[in-house]
Each structure stands twice: as C-alpha cells, then as structure tokens.
C-alpha cells in the first residue's frame, strides 16, 4: 500500500459514478410505475447505444418497444406479471433494435425504493447477450451433427449397409441408432443390414437389449439383421434371459457376411 | 405520449445514476495514473460481485491482483503498453476471482479526463464473458469432431477398410482424409482400402485429384486403393492429364472389391 487509502476514498464522489455509468456496455433505465402505463424516465448511455434510440425518443414511453415479431409471448406474460407484483426477475428475451435488428437480451428488472423520490421504481439492466446464444446454438447444432454421425449407416452393396458401432451404447444412442436405421431401411429397401461391433470394447447387457431389440425392429422391416465383430460369449451370455440372441445371424467378418449373401 | 416530458427529465438526477450504477453487473474500476503503481481509485458494486473483492482490499492496489497462473503474457504486455501510452484498449484475458476461480475477462479500458479532478483517470469496464467463451470452445470443439467424423475409415475385414465419401470433397476435407487415412494405415497395418464414392453426387475435377492423390499416398505406403460406386467416365476424363486415375482399381461395388481381394 503505497498511496494513503483515506485520500482515495474521498475522491469516490458522485462524478466517478456518472463517469462510471457512461461506460458500461449495460443498457440501464429506470421506470416509474406511479405514472400512466410505467413509463422510463431515466435511461444511460449503454442503453442508447443497445436499442439505438436516444433517451429524448424513449423517456416518457413504456419499454415495450423493444419487443418485435419474434419476442416470446410467454415470456412478455412473465415480464407483465413481475411488474404487476413487483417482483425481480431476470430472462433472456429477443428484443429489436431501432435499425429492426434482432438481439438477445439479458434483462434483468429489480424493484428498487430510491430514497429521494420517496417511492419504489423499476431498475431494468438489458445486456447484450447475442453472441453467447448464437454459440450455444451452434453448439447444440454440431452436436447433433456428432451424434447423428457417431452411428454412420454405410451402403456397401445394391441391397445391403453396414452400421460400425465404435465406443460405448447409451440409451440416447440406441435410441438413435434405432431411429436411424429403421429411417434409412424405408428409404433404401436394403435387404441387409450388418452392424459391425469390432470397434466396441465393452460388451454391456445395454449393447445386448439394443441389439435385440434392433434385431426384432429390421425383421418388422421385412430385412435381416447380420452382426460381426463379436465374441460368441455374447451371443450365448442372454440366452436364457428375454433378450435371446440366438435366432441373430453373426458372422466372424463383414466379409464373411457379404459371400453368405447369395 | 400521456406524461410530461419535462417532468421526467428532471428526475434524471444523481440518485437514479447512482441506483443505475449499483444494478448493473458489470465491474467498473477507476485507476490514477498519477499515483505511484496506478492505484485503484474507485470501483463499483459489480466489480465486487465479479472479482469477490471488497472495495475495502482494492482500493489503492493496481489492478493486477486479477491476473494469474493462466493469464496470457502476450495481453498483459498489451495492457501495459496501452495503459503507458494513454489508449484505450478492448480484449478478452482470463482472470481470477479472489476464490481462485478464473472467468474470462471482457476487459475496456479507457482514458477519460475527469472535469472536476482536472486529470486524466483510466475507467476499466469488465463483463464476464465466460459462458459465451465456453459455448465457442464446445461449438469449435464439435466442429472438429463432425469434420472428422463426416469421413469415417470404417474397417471391414482383417486387413480392409472402407471409407464413405458422401457430399461434396472441398480442399480442407481432402486434406483430413489424406491425413486420417494415412494415419489409419501406419496403425492398423491394412493392406487394402476402398474408397466408395455412391454417395457424392458431382465429380469434380478437385475430387479427381484428391483420388489420385490418395492413391499415390496409399501406393506409397504399401497398400492399394480400390474405388467402388463411380461412373466409367470419371476414369477416362482425367486420363490425358497430370492426375490419371488410369492405375486405380476400380470395381461396381463394395462387395466386389471384397470378392476380388484373395
């Protein structure tokens, strides 16, 4: 410490504050909800460069402006009845810019007593948060890309594709792979589908029920199911419990299971 | 308009700065660089909700407390070069909550001449940006992983794999498959591998060089490539040029390459 603490704490007078608020990228304003439908009667510069009008355009009018064709009817509903009960709430709302463009916003509105006024307002802090929901919404697409990829069904043959299953079979995967396969049967008429499973390393009672049941699926179909890759203890390890593999044709290689087809 | 304009603006006054100033999340510092070290001279609510540090143990400090173990040299040496020549500056630089915990810093700086101290003050405006910078890295993360996955090597037999080309062959896939496929070969030792082509719908004259390429690739490692599920045409279109496919095996389908392999 090699300024005197006191010294500073006096410099923390109200010009710092107003220098403060004219920086952040935050859009703050204040409404009163004692006057005529809850106008703004404070806005700060960050709220002018978020929403693109001025504060003369907006002090004096109800924040609805800000919503547009795409914002969420029930999260307006949400807004409306926080408001009503002067209750806080935080969302994340598309709201529009005066140029027409969309944003996400972060808004978060606080009932607050200011003390000079002798009343309770309504604090509302709007932020920018456009560029976390497009990543996130890319992320959530390539995901599904993965998933949906992890699981490739191959054509090998006028009539037949090969499913290699790599890694481990959840539920949310089988449920995929049953999907998939029984999608791309329909639109192909493949008469054979071989799942590989020489890429997987552990043979679970899960991988046993989506094999079954992906067995019991394709003979629905009217084609045949052909695994490869396996050890025979798999086979044999359900014979006795309700997911029977014995009527599953396997092969020791997709090769094998191609000459087999006539 | 059902309220008085004029009103409202009177009401603009030092205690809805000062309330605004308290509800954003946004840390806000104010630095002297007149004192020795460029102390802290205020800071706001948000800055102690973000940094976990009271206004208490931050005034009269630099404000390199946030910075650690991880914090990029390259941004702290630009931090300073802005800060010693009076500039503003904007970057993104992982700091540290007093908990130890890091976040990533939107960090602004800014000079601002202070009317009533006859000085010029630095404002340091920080957002924590965390969930968005997290969102990028997952969504960049998936991206590599549907590149990688949208050229599958799926092996077949003991010593062949295939490897499904579907959509179009731009530049930079061509370059992950000849990596990938190289890399497949050096680890599992095959001898064979066929490349199907039934699912690309144009054959372009880059997807012609890419299969010669491969080839020559493959050829180099001791292994042939076969190709399966193209038009004869594609075969004769490059044969007077630099990239004739004239010595690439090809057959009509993927069991045929098979059959063919003794």
């Not at 992890?150 to 995929?176: A, F, K, M, Q, W």
């Not at 999608?183 to 989506?210: C, M, N, P, R, W």
């Not at 084609?223 to 086979?235: D, H, Q, S, V």
């Given at each position: 410490m090699r300024v005197n603490k006191d010294q500073l704490k006096r410099m923390k007078k109200n010009e710092f504050v107003?220098?403060?608020?004219?920086?952040?990228?935050?859009?703050?304003v204040i409404t009163d909800p004692e006057l005529p439908d809850n106008p703004i009667v404070y806005t700060n510069n960050g709220f002018e460069k978020l929403s693109g009008y001025s504060a003369d355009e907006t002090i004096g009018y109800n924040c609805r402006f800000l919503q547009?064709?795409?914002?969420?009817?029930?999260?307006?509903d949400k807004l409306r009845?926080?408001?009503?009960?002067?209750?806080k709430i935080k969302l994340e709302i598309k709201n529009y810019r005066k140029n027409g463009e969309v944003f996400w916003n972060e808004l978060q509105i606080y009932p607050v007593f200011i003390e000079s006024e002798h009343q309770t307002y309504f604090v509302g802090v709007q932020q920018d948060v456009s560029k976390r929901k497009y990543a996130e919404e890319r992320s959530d697409h390539?995901?599904?890309?993965?998933?949906?990829?992890?699981?490739?069904?191959?054509?090998?043959?006028?009539?037949?594709?090969?499913?290699?299953?790599?890694?481990?079979?959840?539920?949310?995967?089988?449920?995929?792979?049953?999907?998939?396969?029984?999608?791309?049967?329909?639109?192909?008429?493949?008469?054979?589908?071989?799942?590989?499973?020489?890429?997987?390393?552990?043979?679970?009672?899960q991988l046993h029920k989506g094999?079954?049941?992906?067995?019991?699926?394709?003979?629905?179909?009217?084609?045949?199911?052909?695994?490869?890759?396996?050890?025979?203890e798999f086979i044999l390890e359900g014979i006795e419990s309700d997911f029977s593999l014995s009527t599953v044709k396997s092969f020791s290689s997709v090769k094998q299971a191609l000459v087999s087809i006539q």
């Amino acid at each position: 410490m090699r300024v005197n603490k006191d010294q500073l704490k006096r410099m923390k007078k109200n010009e710092f504050v107003r220098t403060a608020i004219e920086y952040v990228d935050a859009g703050v304003v204040i409404t009163d909800p004692e006057l005529p439908d809850n106008p703004i009667v404070y806005t700060n510069n960050g709220f002018e460069k978020l929403s693109g009008y001025s504060a003369d355009e907006t002090i004096g009018y109800n924040c609805r402006f800000l919503q547009g064709q795409d914002t969420n009817q029930d999260d307006i509903d949400k807004l409306r009845l926080a408001i009503s009960n002067k209750e806080k709430i935080k969302l994340e709302i598309k709201n529009y810019r005066k140029n027409g463009e969309v944003f996400w916003n972060e808004l978060q509105i606080y009932p607050v007593f200011i003390e000079s006024e002798h009343q309770t307002y309504f604090v509302g802090v709007q932020q920018d948060v456009s560029k976390r929901k497009y990543a996130e919404e890319r992320s959530d697409h390539y995901l599904e890309q993965v998933k949906r990829l992890s699981t490739p069904i191959v054509p090998i043959d006028r009539n037949v594709s090969i499913v290699p299953v790599v890694g481990e079979i959840d539920d949310e995967r089988l449920e995929l792979l049953l999907h998939n396969v029984s999608a791309h049967i329909q639109k192909s008429g493949d008469e054979y589908l071989i799942l590989d499973l020489s890429g997987v390393s552990h043979f679970t009672s899960q991988l046993h029920k989506g094999v079954y049941q992906l067995n019991q699926l394709i003979k629905l179909m009217g084609a045949m199911l052909m695994i490869t890759g396996i050890r025979p203890e798999f086979i044999l390890e359900g014979i006795e419990s309700d997911f029977s593999l014995s009527t599953v044709k396997s092969f020791s290689s997709v090769k094998q299971a191609l000459v087999s087809i006539q």
